[in-house]
T-cell receptor, first 112, second 113 residues
């Protein structure tokens, strides 16, 4: 059973702090990793994707991947109240024809 | 503007009724997907299609049907066999290589009358 695990939260951080969101996955053959942001009542929006071990930065967001530990994370620097949302981790599992397994999401709350 | 359009935004189903959710994309993407999201749950794959006239069952296909007669369109029918249809339904599409990200439409919220 292929699984993607996330802490459901809520994760509460003060405005301006770094928010750290974590995700573990079970399939060692996974090759693609995605973070989506989902505001309440809305559809998921792609934030970051990463394929190789290490860090990938885009503005205030950094995705980190460690395939040996089967672990992927998302860091949000200088967190803003507008970052308050549920963050979904999605993993493309090996041989999946592009199919993704989604975690249940971590709810982030940024307090002014 | 290019994008994925889902309609209607809200839909109500009566007992024993089949309903069809529309998904149209003008991104020229080959692959299209249907997901279901229940409160506090991750997205679960219902059906997917890599090319026109071909589609595959996902993890929770029972009680649903799809068609892919055109590249741009991937409608989902929720049949009366689906006993618990109340959920948020999301359509997604993906271009090119299987490792490319999926992008989502705005979703359809289905409820039982």
């Amino acid at each position: 059973q292929k699984e993607v695990e996330q802490n459901s939260g809520p994760l509460s951080v003060p405005e301006g702090a770094i928010a750290s969101l974590n995700c573990t996955y079970s399939d060692r053959g996974s090759q693609s990793f995605f973070w989506y942001r989902q505001y309440s009542g809305k559809s998921p929006e792609l934030i970051m994707f990463i394929y190789s071990n290490g860090d990938k930065e885009d503005g205030r967001f950094t995705a980190q991947l460690n395939k040996a530990s089967q672990y992927v994370s998302l860091l949000i620097r200088d967190s803003q109240p507008s970052d308050s949302a549920t963050y979904l981790c999605a993993v493309g599992y090996g041989g999946s024809q592009g199919n993704l397994i989604f975690g249940k999401g971590t709810k982030l709350s940024v307090k002014p | 503007d290019g994008g994925i359009t889902q309609s209607p935004k809200y839909l109500f189903r009566k007992e024993g009724q089949n309903v069809t959710l529309s998904c149209e994309q003008n991104l020229n993407h080959d692959a299209m997907y249907w997901y279901r999201q229940d409160p506090g749950q991750g997205l679960r794959l219902i059906y997917y299609s890599q090319i026109v006239n071909d589609f595959q069952k996902g993890d929770i296909a029972e009680g649903y049907s799809v068609s892919r007669e055109k590249k741009e369109s991937f409608p989902l029918t929720v049949t009366s066999a689906q006993k618990n249809p109340t959920a948020f339904y999301l359509c997604a599409s993906r271009r090119g290589h299987i490792n490319q990200p999926q992008h989502f439409g705005d979703g359809t919220r289905l409820s039982i009358l």
